[in-house]
Nanobody, 115 residues
Framework: QVQLVESGGGLVQPGGSLRLSCVAS????????MAWYRQTPGQQREYVGF???????SYKESVKGRFTISRDNAKNTVWLQMNNLKPEDTAVYYC?????????WGQGTQVTVSS
């Protein structure tokens, strides 16, 4: 069993930055592909990006060049650095860990981009 705890959300003005963290409990963090998703009220959860076990990253087109995902396996932590935030980035952001048929979700952290 893996527990994921996100933090770092909050209110930020357009053009600002936030860094979300996701800390995983348990061992073998390095075998998990880690991803970030987001969800707004009434909408389906959408993929933001992922980082593979070897550090390969991929992002949703609308966040490319603004968001960066990184991980530190020694700290069981993955980060989502968000720069040049836009109002449309407002959502609850979720951390996801996946390996083979095992998948885990965090509880989410709210990000609000507003002036």
């Amino acid at each position: 069993q893996v527990q994921l705890v996100e933090s770092g959300g909050g209110l930020v003005q357009p053009g600002g930055s936030l860094r979300l963290s996701c800390v995983a409990s348990g061992s073998n963090f390095q075998v998990f592909t880690m991803a970030w998703y987001r969800q707004t009220p009434g909408q389906q959860r959408e993929y933001v990006g992922f980082i593979g076990t070897g550090g390969t990253t991929s992002y949703k087109e609308s966040v490319k060049g603004r968001f960066t995902i990184s991980r530190d396996n020694a700290k069981n932590t993955v980060w989502l650095q968000m720069n040049n935030l836009k109002p449309e980035d407002t959502a609850v952001y979720y951390c996801n860990a996946k390996v083979v048929q095992l998948e885990y979700w965090g509880q989410g952290t709210q990000v609000t981009v507003s002036s």
